[in-house]
């Protein structure tokens, strides 16, 4: 999608015709022209939540959102009820980094992110724990825990709060297993009081080897869950299908139905007494240059299909 952004007229269709749902379904969406088109985005293809980059998640320096974009954005969110807004952290950002270089523009840009996620109003702020090479993962862990007891030291969080997200188990990753993002909580908790929960990516999951695809791996996914990491402390869930298999490893997103997580595990999600209720926030690739169809995918399998005036594009431009 561009940053022009959605038609006047388009929003105030959306305006009107927009209800309360009973889950809370949405996207990544592009902050390209200021972090309130990704407000415009996200209302305009249906979504009632959404996640942005505040800044390029490929440099280290950033700048922070101007004023009168947050202003816009805080205005979008209360017309087209946007709630709750994560912010994604930089990809290059590895607290728990050995390389004394590395480590210290990993701590600047952390703290970068964490004043302009407070700045926009976020509710959450999404980190991968980061890498432990050249290291053991013990090591590592009680890296990231020092670093990030430093960079939040005087930082007024107020009600953003810091998220850990599972990941697919690739290289030397941190955050693999609920076990270790376990561990990870354990070691911040006692060096500082970030307040920290969770964010459960599916594909992750399933590339790490947790079976959300089946009934009972789900079923087995969630008391683990419950076990590790208490399941009032999973916030955001990052609802993406999986290119690869079970147990790959690999970080490799698929749209909702066309991967091997496939569309019956989504509709289980969504309708799982513990997990429906959380913010559901796609990060799959785009069909026909949007997120809009998958977006209309998943308020399809939670059973509310999304307003007749949002319309996922075709190639023609029709559904």
Partial sequence: MTGDGPPRQQNRRLCGTVKPRKHRIGAHT????GVHRAA???AAIGCNTLQVFTRSPRMWRGNAPSQESIDRLRALRREHDLNP???HGCYLTNLAAVDPGVSQKSKQSF???IENARNIGADYLVIHPGSARG???EQAIEVFAEALAEVQQGFDWDSLRLLLENTAGGGATLGRSFEELNHLRQAVEARCDAPLGFCIDTAHCFAAGYDVSTDSGLGDTVRNMCRWLGIDHVHVIHANDSKTALG???DRHESIGDGQIGSDAFARVLHHPQLGAKPMILETPFIDESHAENVRRLWSLAGTPVPSSVRA???????
């Fill in 135 to 137: 290291q053991s993962t």
């Fill in 40 to 42: 415009e985005e996200a």
């Fill in 30 to 33: 592009s902050a390209a022209g």
């Fill in 313 to 319: 594009p075709g190639k023609d431009g029709s559904d």
């Fill in 111 to 113: 703290r970068l992110e």
């Fill in 248 to 250: 790959s490893n690999s």
């Fill in 85 to 87: 807004l994560a912010v």
